[in-house]
Every structure is written in C-alpha cells, then in structure tokens.
C-alpha cells in the first residue's frame, strides 16, 4: 500500500455493502486512517502482511489482499474488494494469487481462510481452492464462520 491509497481505502471501509457481508462495521475516517497507517508498515517481518491489489491494466486499488494469523496462530488469507470492482473475477484471482505466494513464497505448509456463512461471494470463491474445515460462532463478527483449508500437498 501507498499514500496515494488512502482515499480508496476509505471509500472501501467505510461502504456498508463491503462490510456488511463479513460482517464489520463501517469505519468512520479517524479509524479508517488508523487502520490505514498499520497497513503501510505491514510489509516487513509482521505476522500480518496487507497489500492493495491495483489491476493488470492499471487501475489503481481494486482493493486489499492480507496474510494474518487465525485464532489458532494458523496463517489465513483475507481479502476486500470496493464495491464497483465486484463480479469481475477479481476475488478469485486474488485467492488465488494467495495461495500460490503463501506456498511458494512463504513456505507455509497450510493455509486458511474463514468467512461469515452468509457471504456468499466469498464462500464461492474459497469453495473453488479450499476444503470446508470447520463451522462456529464467531464471537467478535457475532456471525457463524467457516474455515477453510488447504495444505502444500493438495495444491501442488
């Protein structure tokens, strides 16, 4: 991520049909820009890397791709997308594009991703790369969460 991102990345946050189907909040700009700030110094040695995604063709921040640790240290993939980039493949291939840095770049042995029931986009997606895992309560979301996921192995 980049300077140049922060407006996109507000427009992103603090849209309620992005957020709604994870479901979060809104974030209004104070703790948008916190937010944002995080991210920028994601890159290094945290455990949780965010990068925006921006198209082939050069169309600045589609949206945010990030690796982060699960509730059981485990590495997962997230991903968000503003609204007027929807239903244009961009959530598979960024999946994807994961998936494969998460094995072959970062030498992860297993990788996950959770996602509220109710987003069906998302469970979609992650129907076409994972195996279904586990369901549960999400207590932070209150929402039911599937986790997914897929190991070396079954990738390569």
Partial sequence: ???????????????????????????DRKTCNAHFQKYLKSEGNSETKVWAVDSKDGIPFLGIA?????????????YRLREQFWGNGFGTEIAKGLIDYGFGTLNLEIIT?????????????LDKFF??????????????????KISRIEWL
């Avoid at 991520?1 to 603090?14: H, P, V």
């Avoid at 640790?69 to 997230?78: A, L, P, Q, R, T």
């Avoid at 029931?117 to 979609?124: F, P």
């Fill in 1 to 27: 991520m980049k300077l140049d991102d922060k407006e996109a990345f507000y427009d992103m946050m603090s849209n309620p049909n992005v957020m709604n189907p994870i479901p979060r909040d809104t974030m």
């Fill in 131 to 148: 195996n279904r895992d586990i369901e549960f309560f999400n207590v932070n979301d209150n929402c039911i969460d599937r986790r997914y």
């Fill in 113 to 125: 991703a959770n996602v509220n029931t109710n987003n069906g986009k998302s469970v979609k997606i």
């Fill in 66 to 78: 990030a690796y982060l640790k699960n509730d059981k240290n485990e590495d997962e993939i997230g």
